[in-house]
């Protein structure tokens, strides 16, 4: 696959969604036209979407939603009840629990063995940022997020290992 | 009466208005908790926590936010802890044993029902985020802009975990060799019993 059929891939599901600009899609159509791999690919994109269109998820019938409107009534009307002070404190109360958990993970952290390290301290977010600008994985506007974590977990195992490999990790 | 109405008085902790929204959008809750867990019972039992927290935050809702869009925002995060938990204290995630549909959803044919299935494992290949994407996307009809909103990050991000999404999924409902239900099967299939 080339640099250009990967780029124009990318672009499909929204095509599909009639979201590109109108130059964007022109240069999609223009490839579509002459290339068949990208033109198979936008083909099964279709259908992955007509097949999740075909399967919404079982709605239950209305009994169901006359039990789930009882049930939840009972506990509105008890949250209703509960003065919002109380529900602040409350709140902290059970933002203890977690609290004190996390704590102790952390100290476990601390005391186990030596974790692998963190995305976050691989590189920079620009150099991972950077690196997959030049390698066509995003464009200059559309870059993913300066989240290394979330932009990392996204690309698929060859993506991530190209970019990682530029960054020199 | 509008979201925007039926907000305003619910913040004044008037109970049926809040049902009122409840009723609007419990299906769409459920819809998007039974995507992101892959189990109905769980997904109902989510909806009811996740409108409990929406009523009991619904001072902090400022009206120029979409109601629909800050209630998703909740129900994702009840889904992700729940899936959290689920990850810490190691309960398998077997498509065999879950429950698909609630117990009184209308009965459907066979192809019908292996189709869900099948959609269901290839759910299970996506990741939590994924998931959320796609749903919101393909089946509650957000564009990237209030995805981005409901899930944090930049629209940017929700883009590109749309099109890894559905790569995955393509990926997983392809047909396999010996199996007879497959993507490329369906519509063929489609028509034929939409013909009986
Ligand atoms: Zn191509």
């Known amino acids: 696959m080339t640099w250009r059929c990967e780029l124009i891939q990318r672009w499909l599901p929204e095509y599909l969604d009639g979201d590109l600009g109108f130059f964007r899609r022109r240069r999609v159509e223009a490839h579509l036209g002459t290339c068949p791999v990208c033109r198979q690919e936008l083909a099964e994109f279709t ?40 529900r602040a404190q409350i709140f902290y109360y059970l933002l203890a629990g977690p609290v004190v958990v996390g704590l102790l993970l952390m100290g476990l952290g601390y005391l186990g063995q030596p ?37 990392l977990a996204d690309l698929s195992d060859q993506e991530r290992e190209a970019v990682l490999k530029k960054v020199g990790y | 009466m509008t979201d925007a109405h039926l907000v305003a008085r619910a913040q004044k902790g008037d109970v049926p208005a809040f049902e009122e929204l409840v009723r609007k959008y419990q299906r769409d809750v459920y819809g998007l908790a039974c995507r992101m867990v892959l189990d109905a019972e769980e997904a109902r039992d989510l909806a009811q926590q996740a409108f409990l927290q929406a009523f009991i935050y619904i001072r902090d809702f400022r009206q120029q936010a979409q109601f629909r869009t800050w209630l998703f925002r909740i129900a994702i995060n009840q889904c992700y802890n729940f899936l959290k938990n689920r990850k810490k204290f190691g309960e398998p995630m077997d498509s065999q044993d879950m429950h698909l549909v609630a117990d009184d959803s209308p009965e459907h044919g066979l192809l019908e029902e292996e189709n869900r299935r099948r959609l269901q494992t290839a759910f299970q290949k996506l990741s939590e985020k994924q998931r959320a994407v796609v749903t919101l996307k393909v089946e509650q009809g957000l564009n990237y802009e209030e995805i981005s909103q409901v899930l944090g990050g930049s629209a940017g991000a929700a883009r590109v975990n749309y099109c890894q999404a559905l790569k995955t999924l393509r990926k997983h409902l392809k047909p396999e060799d010996n199996h007879d239900v497959a993507l490329r099967a369906y519509p063929a299939m489609a028509a034929r019993v939409s013909r009986r």
């Open chain 1, 115 to 151: 974790q692998k390290p963190v995305l976050p301290q691989l590189a920079p977010a620009e150099q991972v940022v950077y690196a997959g600008l030049d390698d066509g994985l995003w464009q200059d506007e559309e870059f993913p997020s300066w989240d290394i974590n979330a932009v």
């Open chain 1, 47 to 86: 259908q992955v979407l007509e097949f999740l269109k075909a399967h919404p998820v079982a709605l239950p019938t209305e009994p169901f939603w006359a039990e789930f409107g009882r049930e939840l009534h009972l506990k509105l009307v008890q949250a209703n009840q509960t003065p919002a002070r109380g």
